[in-house]
């Protein structure tokens, strides 16, 4: 891949993305014209960056650049290009006031978190809100209403909607929405000549028959950086059967300490490409996809995000070049292997890290001495279509497990052994095990179903059920689910989900006031609203993450402060405690008022649509949370102007 980015860079063009899935189509071809966009924040000038195209976020990967703005609000943003508004949109979170320009070569560039825009286009904004009496708004000018010459200042950078800080969010997408690198379009203002850095390696058995150091286990490596400039383990690897490689590694840019995603990673064994990855470009609809190509359960957990280096099940994105196997590796002898991992940046600047796998025996001896499980601690978990149950054991006797299958007994010996647990294993596409017997204990593994990806169907059980449409899942499910009183576990929340399930659930003790109650997902410690519709004593809700989930009353209305209501402007905070602020709005005199929100601080304040009016009268500020309660605030309009002290004169 290297040769394949010098091959095109000097003639000012690129391949996007790479060849199919296992011998796919060629991605179409897209043009970079170097000097066709002006860098929009202080062009010219030297700029760096707080993010970049394909950074791993939450839930999704990042779409352009943050360009830093001196973690200051309020500098100039101009257009990159001559271009008309196509839209313009206010929102509470994501791209908060965002600008989006369309160009003559087809082109779009973004423009996210602004402080304000510029005239006309921020008087008709603010008209259209009024119109509509709503702060939240997306607008789709005709073409040619709102046009910009390429460098005429279009806004002002902010930290509105889910921005973490002062910045720029700005985009570059192709005619089919498809985002783009903006840093191949050759911008001098950034400037790069530091390698990306490893942090962590994990090698991760892919079925049954793999296993990782002797275990079926993910086992996680740190690279270390020699002084050659390649990068090392040093700890001895060891596997067989068809293993995965996960990585945590980032780009660095020279002179900020932010971290940013990797533009490619290759993968060689024994100088063969098994695969390679490419950043490039990727489709606006399929952000949500980063669930499935990170370790999803990993990152709950721990919040660590480790990127699939190979073909995930369920995969949609068209950025792989790969072996007969996705990827993977295959380690079917006894021999030292070595392994390549590369990986680069936009620039070009790239490290290396290499390592050697050590062929294991495909079917190891079990330990020769006499064992006992011990029934008091079983473990069960499911990882790569396999049910993993683990049993403490003590030397007496040889173990042993009964599963039973619809009630079917079936009694298996151990796998093999991890330090004082024995392991055994069952491929879960073959047979759906519902408890195991282990001494005088039985334990229940809570599976229901099979769900197959890309097909419509439901599960039904005595008091939940579940409703599942063709694209709502990435890859198979093993449906697990468990009513507890009033809560319902599914699966675990290291379980991604492409798109929404729709669960019913009875709970043990229907709340008699139905009104004021919701599910919630409950994550560590906190509860995160759902809401459902009530249909007698069971409630229908749709959700794209999986855990448990709880029912829950909120009777508390929402905060409402106020900190000015003068005839200038209404300022003020909101705020609540379990449901969320679901809307609010201000009347002054019974005529509606914009109030601008910035949810991060649950600040609000006015904006008139006439500055020259002066706020008389009554102002009424109503609050509602997503429970449906409600906080509202009388009060008169005061004015509050300082008039100037006057000073006398000291004498001389």
Request: hydrophobic share 35%.
């Amino acid at each position: 891949m290297r040769h394949y980015f010098r091959a095109f860079v000097r003639s000012g063009l690129f391949v996007v993305g790479l060849a199919g899935i296992a011998g796919g189509a060629l991605a179409q071809k897209q043009s970079y014209p170097k000097g066709y966009y002006q860098f929009p924040i202080r062009p010219g000038l030297p700029n760096s960056l707080a993010g970049g195209l394909g950074d791993l976020r939450s839930n999704h990967f990042h779409a352009g650049l943050d360009i830093r703005t001196q973690q200051r609000e309020g500098l100039p943003v101009y257009a990159a290009a001559e271009g008309y508004v196509y839209k313009v949109a206010v929102q509470r979170t994501g791209y908060g006031n965002v600008i989006y320009l369309r160009h003559p070569n087809g082109q779009t560039t973004v423009y996210g978190h602004l402080l304000k825009f510029s005239d006309p286009l921020a008087s008709w904004v603010r008209q259209e809100q009024y119109k509509k009496q709503t702060f939240e708004i997306d607008l789709f000018p005709e073409a040619g209403q709102f046009t910009f010459k390429k460098g005429e200042v279009i806004a002002l950078s902010g930290n509105t909607g889910g921005s973490a800080g002062p910045h720029l969010h700005f985009e570059v997408r192709d005619s089919k929405d498809n985002y783009l690198n903006p840093l191949y379009f050759g911008f001098n203002e950034i400037k790069d000549v530091t390698p990306p850095k490893f942090v962590n390696l994990a090698i991760r058995p892919m079925d049954i028959n793999g296993r990782v150091n002797g275990q079926f286990d993910r086992r996680v490596y740190t690279p270390v950086k020699l002084k050659d400039g390649t990068w090392r383990l040093t700890e001895p690897v060891s596997a067989t059967g068809i293993v995965g490689l996960d990585l945590i590694a980032f780009d660095q840019m020279t002179g900020t300490g932010f971290r940013y995603g990797l533009q490619c990673i290759e993968i060689k064994m024994d100088g063969e490409e098994v695969f390679s990855y490419n950043i490039e470009v990727f489709p606006n609809a399929s952000t949500r996809d980063y669930n499935n190509l990170i370790d999803y359960e990993t990152e709950q957990a721990t919040g660590q995000r480790f990127l699939k280096c190979y073909v995930p099940d369920g995969n949609q994105f068209n950025l792989y070049k790969t072996n007969a196997i996705n990827g993977k590796l295959n380690i079917a002898d006894t021999l030292s292997h070595e392994v390549k991992v590369r990986i680069s940046d936009s620039y070009e600047n790239f490290s290396e890290l290499i390592f050697m796998i050590k062929g294991e025996p495909q079917n190891p001896p079990l330990p020769a001495f006499n064992t006992e499980v011990n029934p008091e601690y079983v473990q069960t978990e499911i990882r790569e279509n396999t049910l993993v149950m683990k049993a403490k054991y003590y030397r007496s006797q040889d173990p042993f497990a009964t599963f039973y299958m619809k009630g079917k007994p079936e009694r298996r010996v151990p796998n093999l052994y991890a330090g004082e647990s024995a392991v055994f294993l069952t491929d879960l596409r073959k047979e759906l095990p519902d408890s195991v017997k282990v001494g005088t204990t039985t334990v229940k593994t809570f599976l229901r179903s099979q769900v197959l990806p890309g097909v419509a169907s439901s599960f039904k059980d005595d008091k939940w059920s579940v409703d599942l449409d063709n694209t709502s899942l990435f890859d198979t499910l093993f449906l697990m689910g468990q009513r507890n009183f009033n809560a319902l576990t599914i699966n675990n929340r290291g379980t991604a989900l492409n798109d929404y399930i729709h669960v019913t659930f009875t709970p043990e003790k229907a709340p008699e006031d139905k009104s004021r109650t919701y599910v919630y997902r409950y994550l560590n410690g906190d509860y995160r609203f759902l809401g459902g519709k009530w249909d007698g004593d069971l409630i229908r809700f749709d959700t794209r993450e999986l855990g448990t989930f709880v029912i829950q009353e909120d009777t508390v209305p929402p905060r409402a402060r106020l900190v000015e209501h003068s005839q200038h402007r209404i300022r003020g905070y909101v705020g609540d405690a379990l449901s969320g602020i679901a809307n609010f709005k201000a009347l002054v005199n019974g005529e509606w008022v914009l109030l601008n929100y910035d949810f991060k601080k649950g600040y609000i304040w006015s904006e008139k649509l006439d500055d020259s009016q002066p706020f008389e009268g009554e102002l009424v500020l109503e609050v509602t949370d997503r429970a449906g309660n409600s906080t509202i605030l009388r009060t008169e309009l005061v004015d509050l102007v300082v008039k100037p002290k006057k000073t006398k004169k000291r004498r001389r």
